[in-house]
């Protein structure tokens, strides 16, 4: 993955909300990229998406809603459909694109991006917007 991205490093401590001007620029340079390079939305990503367990950042203070709006990631706001008992968690985040070699990993790395939370447990809800984004996905939205 690295030899084919862009990665991009913001300056906070993992423990403060980030700064209005520093995510506007963000949001720019984000808008620049995936209009230059033609880079479908969905795959703009976190540190921590691409390396669960290895990397934790962003943390659960970074606007990935607020980017999705404006086409940088994708989203689904609740209220939720109920995922179906089967395929389990750990399938779904491999739909997803999440490597679930360590399945703690992949959703705590999960959670601290779609839910604000740092678990590594997947509670139904958050299970039922992982339903939510994989079917998003495959149906195309957020290219």
């Not at 950042?57 to 706001?77: K, T, V, Y």
């Not at 999440?98 to 779609?114: C, K, L, P």
């Amino acid at each position: 993955m690295n030899s084919a991205s862009i990665g991009i490093e913001l300056d906070n401590d993992g423990k403060e909300v980030y700064p209005e001007p520093q995510i506007a620029a963000l949001l720019n340079l984000l808008a620049d990229l995936k209009k230059r390079y033609a880079i479908p939305g969905i795959n703009i990503l976190g540190h921590g998406d691409i390396a669960p367990g290895r990397k934790v950042d962003p943390d659960i203070n970074f606007p990935w809603r607020r980017l999705a709006q404006q086409g940088l990631g994708l989203w689904c706001e609740p209220p939720f459909d109920p995922a179906p008992p089967s395929p389990n968690a750990g399938t779904l985040l491999g739909a997803f694109g999440y490597d679930i070699s360590n399945a703690d990993a992949a959703i705590a790395a999960f959670n601290r991006h779609f839910t604000g939370v740092e678990s590594s447990r997947m509670t139904d809800e958050a299970r039922a917007r992982l339903y939510c984004l994989v079917l998003k996905k495959w149906a195309g939205e957020g290219s």
